[in-house]
């Protein structure tokens, strides 16, 4: 007998139908002998619609107190879906009992719509294993220290069942999505792109900072902190196919290299057109300069990723960065405003038909050229490298965005990833 | 600078244009001084769309379990409304904060779908008043001991705001509701029916358990028993009208004898064509055959209205009495399984096709022939009376449904209830 916690998506989650087919999921999985611990989504579509609500009515709000009525808002979606899988699985002759984040607890931090978890109770949770209940958790939620109801942003779903896992110690977690495990790529692009068994923990964080929606990036991270066993699934399977089936479906996040049985170099490639680009030339090379430049933009709430400074010709140099494209305007606007004329730098210019491509391999720790073979092969296809980032496991370039397919069908092919490695 | 306790039912909450209008007419108050608590109901439907849910996943459980979750799910319908008033007031650049009932804590027992509200503390909302917010409170809901959510049943969202209201000793409980006012009958039966401006508590009570619909009952007790003034308005008025007119609109529900200025000794025509009728016929006249009876009944959590036990005839007697419509046929089938062969009682028969008719006022203490009056003014309609119930204020008759409508007519017109009272 093992405690498992799985974890539903909006789509799972969808209507009384595919609700009453979780439900006999899980009960399945119950009666197979496990303790099972579940986290769903919000109905799909609840959430936006529960949020284009409020923006109907303050079209343009950014303050604490609206966030914080954000959270109390989005904040229903799950705790509806959940007592409506609890109902589900009651009418399945299974008990069953499902908590808001509030009543486990899940403790966050005050950061409104994106609230980072700080501590969970077990004791509620486990007593209600313990008498044989199925416990449905609300996802994407929890409390801070004064009560207020919050939430863990877009996604933050995953990141509450992995924290829950974590905090129970479950053997397994099972986020179950509406695709089939992590690829080698986008399928969509790539057709020859091949489903991964495994990936380590260090790759899917690459892979999911990338985009690939998969799964939330802050679950991968928590899930990689406490060392839970993540498997990522297909929920379209029927509910009743053989258990052992599913446990090896899917694709296994792992954290123990000598787990990492694939031995691929580069295990998968990455791409992100949601991305802009922001020079500021002419910028005096003077000590607390990228503080100047970042310093503004991250007051103002807007993630940078790629971030490039060239070395100093005249005691001035370039700075580039790329930002989340719905932030572009935002940035350029700071930028102008408020540290150009601090910095008598000579002007910000910008690209947002950019994309980024990445190729991610927990094996290019130990073997040198993957990186000149990726530029070698942007070459051949006259692709014009704008941007260059690297990791330990990865290697970042940035492209114009019409080259993004192209660039991602040359290096899968490149790289050998529509071949299962030997 | 008063302490006003506003409550917007269903349809007042049922989009974003008519969220914006109570937003704008609760700043109007604000503005004019006062220190706000808005309590609204889910928007209109909201409450309908969750319940169907669950009933097409579960058609017919009653477990304990299950109303946990009826009330997880049905309480986000105002912690979602709530929480669009709160951003809506703010868009209007008023501060504001929603709280769920948990947050307050509005505490009840555990009685889910029903319960009833044990304790309100009001630390948190004062110290938001005193700091100059609008305070939104979530109707309908509170939570237990145990940290469960519970609901009031329907309509509970009256009761919260009176329960709220009296808890924080506010000056005045104004209920803005889709009819205008108290009639001193259904205007829909009787069109000469007349909007009254004020009514007594007691009489409130009578009216209100017949089915008027205008307020939850507990409302009017809860306000009986903590005197909260408390004004049934409607919220169909432009939200920009004089607010001194708008205070003195509607109809108040006052408390102090000397407060009703209307001398009339028949306040209002209440009616009710939600029961039926059972009588156990040939019940052994001994100690204790009511509760024999009526305890079975009552256990199964069936309400029961009028109840008339006739004079004994050979050590025999006649039972009656009568039920929610929608209880009868459960009602008949508890009486044949398990009272009848324990009783001997030759055998229970039943009438779904029944109606009340109450004449309810004050003034029939002090008044006496109204009751005979009644009756006499059916007789000469050719109405036969099946059962009759008195109490201080109230005289009802069971009649034939298809009666309702002309008796209701008759009775408002042979107690002269369209004229203003002298």
Same mark, same amino acid.
């Given at each position: 007998?093992?405690?498992?916690?799985?974890?539903?998506?909006?789509?799972?989650?969808?209507?009384?139908?595919?609700?009453?087919?979780?439900?006999?999921?899980?009960?399945?999985?119950?009666?197979?002998?496990?303790?099972?611990?579940?986290?769903?989504?919000?109905?799909?579509?609840?959430?936006?619609?529960?949020?284009?609500?409020?923006?109907?009515?303050?079209?343009?709000?950014?303050?604490?107190?609206?966030?914080?009525?954000?959270?109390?808002?989005?904040?229903?979606?799950?705790?509806?879906?959940?007592?409506?899988?609890?109902?589900?699985?009651?009418?399945?002759?299974?008990?069953?009992?499902?908590?808001?984040?509030?009543?486990?607890?899940?403790?966050?931090?005050?950061?409104?719509?994106?609230?980072?978890?700080?501590?969970?109770?077990?004791?509620? #949770?486990? /007593?209600? !294993?313990? +008498?044989?209940?199925?416990? =449905?958790? *609300?996802?994407?939620? @929890? &409390?801070?220290?004064?009560?207020?109801?919050?939430?863990?942003?877009?996604?933050?779903?995953?990141?509450?069942?992995?924290? #829950?896992? /974590?905090? !129970?110690? +479950?053997?397994?977690?099972? =986020?179950? *999505?509406?695709?089939? @495990? &992590?690829?080698?790529?986008?399928?969509?692009?790539?057709?020859?792109?091949?489903?991964?068994?495994?990936?380590?923990?260090?790759?899917?964080?690459?892979?999911?900072?990338?985009?690939?929606?998969?799964?939330?990036?802050?679950?991968?991270?928590?899930?990689?902190?406490?060392?839970?066993?993540?498997?990522?699934?297909?929920?379209?399977?029927?509910?009743?196919?053989?258990?052992?089936?599913?446990?090896?479906?899917?694709?296994?996040?792992?954290?123990?290299?000598?787990?990492?049985?694939?031995?691929?170099?580069?295990?998968?490639?990455?791409?992100?057109?949601?991305?802009?680009?922001?020079?500021?030339?002419?910028?005096?090379?003077?000590?607390?300069?990228?503080?100047?430049?970042?310093?503004?933009?991250?007051?103002?709430?807007?993630?940078?990723?790629?971030?490039?400074?060239?070395?100093?010709?005249?005691?001035?140099?370039?700075?580039?960065?790329?930002?989340?494209?719905?932030?572009?305007?935002?940035?350029?606007?700071?930028?102008?405003?408020?540290?150009?004329?601090?910095?008598?730098?000579?002007?910000?210019?910008?690209?947002?038909?950019?994309?980024?491509?990445?190729?991610?391999?927990?094996?290019?720790?130990?073997?040198?050229?993957?990186?000149?073979?990726?530029?070698?092969?942007?070459?051949?296809?006259?692709?014009?490298?704008?941007?260059?980032?690297?990791?330990?496991?990865?290697?970042?370039?940035?492209?114009?965005?019409?080259?993004?397919?192209?660039?991602?069908?040359?290096?899968?092919?490149?790289?050998?990833?529509?071949?299962?490695?030997?």
């Amino acid at each position: 007998m093992a405690l498992i916690v799985h974890k539903y998506g909006g789509t799972s989650m969808g209507s009384a139908e595919r609700i009453r087919n979780v439900a006999k999921r899980v009960a399945k999985w119950a009666r197979a002998g496990h303790q099972m611990v579940v986290v769903p989504s919000a109905m799909s579509g609840e959430t936006n619609r529960l949020l284009g609500l409020a923006k109907e009515l303050a079209p343009s709000r950014t303050s604490d107190a609206y966030h914080r009525e954000l959270d109390m808002l989005a904040a229903t979606g799950e705790q509806a879906s959940s007592a409506l899988l609890a109902i589900a699985l009651q009418a399945e002759g299974m008990a069953s009992v499902s908590y808001a984040g509030w009543q486990v607890p899940i403790r966050t931090d005050n950061s409104y719509t994106k609230a980072r978890i700080e501590s969970i109770e077990d004791t509620r #949770v486990r /007593a209600d !294993l313990d +008498a044989g209940r199925v416990v =449905i958790v *609300t996802g994407f939620q @929890g &409390v801070d220290a004064e009560g207020n109801i919050t939430t863990l942003g877009r996604g933050g779903s995953d990141t509450s069942a992995v924290a #829950v896992a /974590a905090a !129970l110690k +479950a053997s397994e977690c099972l =986020i179950y *999505t509406d695709v089939d @495990g &992590v690829y080698t790529t986008d399928p969509r692009v790539v057709p020859e792109a091949r489903r991964l068994h495994t990936i380590s923990f260090e790759e899917m964080l690459e892979m999911a900072s990338m985009g690939s929606k998969v799964l939330q990036i802050r679950s991968v991270e928590f899930a990689g902190k406490y060392k839970v066993p993540l498997r990522v699934l297909s929920s379209f399977t029927a509910w009743d196919i053989d258990i052992k089936e599913e446990a090896k479906s899917g694709t296994l996040i792992t954290f123990e290299e000598d787990e990492h049985m694939e031995q691929a170099i580069v295990s998968g490639i990455a791409f992100n057109r949601d991305e802009a680009k922001i020079s500021v030339l002419g910028v005096p090379d003077t000590p607390g300069i990228a503080y100047q430049i970042l310093g503004a933009v991250a007051d103002a709430n807007i993630d940078v990723d790629v971030i490039i400074q060239n070395v100093s010709k005249d005691g001035k140099t370039d700075f580039s960065f790329t930002v989340n494209r719905g932030d572009y305007a935002r940035a350029i606007e700071i930028l102008k405003e408020r540290v150009i004329p601090k910095l008598g730098a000579h002007e910000v210019t910008g690209d947002a038909k950019i994309c980024k491509v990445s190729i991610v391999g927990i094996g290019m720790r130990s073997h040198v050229g993957i990186a000149s073979k990726m530029f070698r092969c942007l070459s051949e296809e006259g692709i014009n490298i704008q941007m260059i980032s690297t990791s330990e496991i990865k290697t970042s370039v940035v492209i114009d965005e019409k080259y993004m397919e192209l660039a991602v069908r040359a290096l899968h092919k490149a790289f050998d990833l529509e071949q299962v490695p030997a």
